[in-house]
C-alpha cells in the first residue's frame, strides 16, 4: 500500500546498530525487531536514525542523529540472527549524511513539547514527526533534501 503522501518517521537505536543498518545492505529494525511497529511504515516513508547511546544497554552517551533515508518498496522481512532471535526489517535507501547531535535543533522541534522532558518521546522507539522537523534533521545533518523528498 503506497501512500500519495510520505510520512516521516525517527527510529531510535544506539549507534552501533543504527549504523549497521545504515553501512551494511541498507535496513531498518525497531523496537528489538518487533513486526507491528515496522508495519506502520510504508515505501517512500523518511526515516531518520537517533542514537541515545554507543551501544546497546550502555551508559556512553551519543545523542546523535545517525543516518537517514526513504523506505524501499516491499514488505517487513524476517531475519534469522541465530540463537532464536528473529527481528522484521525494511529495506532502506539511506543518503550520505553527516552524524549530528541533536542538542542545538531541541528548540526548533515542533514534536518536543516540554524541553525539560525532550528525551520522552524517543522511549517508544519509533514515532512519526512532521515534514518541517525531517526538513530540520536532513538540514542538520547536511543530507540531500532532493533524494530524500524534502525539497
Known sequence: RQHAMSNNWIAVACAEHARRGRDGQGFMQVCHGKLAPIR??????RIAYYAPTLTM???DRCQR??????V???QPYA???GGGFVPYRRDVAYVAAAETPIAPLLDQFAFIEDRRRWGARFRFGLFAVGDEDMRLIARAM???LDALALA
Open 57 to 59: 544497554g550502555g551508559k
Open 79 to 81: 531475519v534469522d540472527m
Open 40 to 45: 506502520r511504515v510504508s515505501p517512500g516513508d
Open 65 to 70: 542523529f545517525i543516518s537517514i533515508g526513504r
Open 142 to 144: 547536511a543530507a540531500d
Open 72 to 74: 524501499r518498496s516491499g
